[in-house]
């Protein structure tokens, strides 16, 4: 189970802090990635990271400004929004996937396993 906290509205330039806690089973397997999907548009892509935390990987929009991180001890995924602009705004979803490789992640949302709750982020100018 992933539950997702953070979001809310914020000024363009602003940053927030989106988290994820997972539960039900060993962190440390499961390779993350964020999604977001704004209104009248498809889901994309955000960012990954693999079940090490070694590696991650940003959609081309938020490279230099979002930092996904993993705090195993806490079970907890994060996504750090710096920068933010309009174009930000949308519901978004933490999601897991039981990895085999250690530096595996994914980019699309038809491989995760498990799904967070969502959570809205909404940028103004």
């Known amino acids: 189970q992933l539950v997702q906290s953070g979001g809310g509205l914020v000024q363009a330039g602003g940053s927030l802090r989106l988290s994820c806690a997972a539960s039900?089973?060993?962190?440390?397997?499961?390779?993350m990635t964020w999604f977001r999907q704004a209104p009248g548009k498809e889901r994309e892509f955000v960012a990954a990271?693999?079940?090490?935390?070694?590696?991650?990987y940003y959609a081309d929009s938020v490279k230099g400004r979002f930092t996904i991180s993993r705090d195993s001890a806490k079970n907890t995924g994060f996504l750090q929004m710096n920068n933010l602009n309009p174009d930000d705004t949308g519901a978004y979803y933490c999601t897991a996937l039981r990895a085999v490789q250690t530096e595996y992640y994914y980019t699309q949302s038809k491989e995760a396993d498990y799904w967070g709750q969502g959570t809205q982020v909404t940028v103004s100018s």
């Open positions: 039900g089973g060993y962190f440390s397997w499961y390779a």
């Open positions: 990271i693999s079940k090490s935390g070694t590696t991650t």
